[in-house]
T-cell receptor
Framework: EDQVTQSPEALRLQEGESSSLNCSYT??????LFWYRQDPGKGPEFLFT???AGEEKEKERLKATLTKKESFLHITAPKPEDSATYLC???????????FGTGTRLTVIP | GAVVSQHPSRVICKSGTSVKIECRSL??????MFWYRQFPKKSLMLMAT?????????EQGVEKDKFLINHASLTLSTLTVTSAHPEDSSFYIC???????????FGPGTRLTVL
C-alpha cells in the first residue's frame, strides 16, 4: 500500500535559518513525487515534480531532491512569506491520482 | 496558465439540504478531475475521480449516492453533497492535470459548513 510520511509535523525557523523537510515514501513503482505549498484556507500550489533518484529541482529559496526512499525540501535563508504547510505526494505507476502526506507546517519568524 | 477555479468559496447550509460545488479549468481542458476532502490540519483525502463523459470512480468508503459527481464538459466538474449533515462539514478541493503533464493543479477550495 502506498504510504507517505512527512517530518517534522511542524517547524519554526528564524528568518535566514536554513533547514530541510523530509518526505519518506513507499509506493509500488514511482511515477512521480510532487511538492506543494498550501496556505491556510487555500488550495495547494504546485512547486516541483521529481521522477528519478538523484534528480534535483530549484525555485528561489527552495530545492527538492529525491532518493529511492525519500525526498527532501531544502529551504535556504527562509523569509516570513515562506510560512505555509508543505505537502508531499506520490503518484504510482499506472495511476492518475496523487497520494498525499500530512504535511509540514513551517513558520518563519522575523 | 493551468488555473482551476471553484465556486462557491464558502457555503453554509442547513442539515438535510443539498449543496453543489463547481470546479472549472479556466485555461485548459481536463478529461479527468479529482475531488479531495481535507479536515483541519490533516492532509488531502481523495474522494473520487471525475471522468468527462462517463461515471465517476469513487474511493473506498465514499458514498456515491451522497457525493454526486457530474463531469459535464471538458472544463467543468460538479460535486453535489446530498442531504448534508454536520459531519459533511469540511474543506473540499478539486484538481485537474493538464494534458501532457503529471502534476495536478488545484482549485482554491470550498469551505462547507452544515448546521
Amino acid at each position: 500500500e502506498d504510504q507517505v510520511t512527512q517530518s517534522p509535523e511542524a517547524l519554526r525557523l528564524q528568518e535566514g535559518e536554513s533547514s530541510s523537510l523530509n518526505c519518506s515514501y513507499t509506493v509500488s513503482g514511482l511515477r512521480g513525487l510532487f511538492w506543494y505549498r498550501q496556505d491556510p484556507g487555500k488550495g495547494p500550489e504546485f512547486l516541483f515534480t521529481l521522477y528519478s533518484a538523484g534528480e534535483e529541482k530549484e525555485k528561489e529559496r527552495l530545492k527538492a531532491t529525491l532518493t529511492k526512499k525519500e525526498s527532501f525540501l531544502h529551504i535556504t535563508a527562509p523569509k516570513p512569506e515562506d510560512s505555509a504547510t508543505y505537502l508531499c505526494a506520490v503518484q504510482a505507476s499506472g495511476a492518475n491520482n496523487l497520494f498525499f502526506g500530512t504535511g509540514t507546517r513551517l513558520t518563519v519568524i522575523p | 496558465g493551468a488555473v482551476v477555479s471553484q465556486h462557491p468559496s464558502r457555503v453554509i447550509c442547513k442539515s438535510g439540504t443539498s449543496v453543489k460545488i463547481e470546479c472549472r479549468s479556466l485555461d485548459f481542458q481536463a478529461t479527468t478531475m479529482f475531488w479531495y476532502r481535507q479536515f483541519p490540519k490533516k492532509s488531502l483525502m481523495l474522494m473520487a475521480t471525475s471522468n468527462e463523459g462517463s461515471k465517476a470512480t469513487y474511493e473506498q468508503g465514499v458514498e456515491k449516492d451522497k457525493f454526486l459527481i457530474n463531469h459535464a464538459s471538458l472544463t467543468l466538474s460538479t460535486l453535489t453533497v446530498t442531504s448534508a449533515h454536520p459531519e459533511d462539514s469540511s474543506f473540499y478541493i478539486c484538481s485537474a492535470p493538464q494534458a501532457g503533464r503529471d502534476e495536478q493543479f488545484f482549485g482554491p477550495g470550498t469551505r462547507l459548513t452544515v448546521l
